[in-house]
């Protein structure tokens, strides 16, 4: 049996960041997201490199964009 890990990936440019989910070699749902804060963005980026669960917890995006899935 094959057993797959989410994973992440995540880039940040100022205030904008980036990122989408890994499961196996397949790429699932990706977000561009935009924040009041360059602060805001670094924690936004960190959260998603640990893979910790993002949904509607602080901080919040100013903008969010789904860009697949």
Known sequence: MIE???NRWAERKGK???WGNVIGP???QEFEEEFETEEEAIER???A???EP???RK???IRRKNLRG
């Open 49 to 51: 490199k640990a893979c």
């Open 45 to 47: 980026e960190r959260q």
């Open 16 to 18: 904008i960041v980036r």
């Open 59 to 61: 901080p919040k995006a």
């Open 26 to 28: 397949w790429r699932g």
């Open 4 to 6: 797959f890990k989410l």
């Open 54 to 56: 993002i949904g509607n």
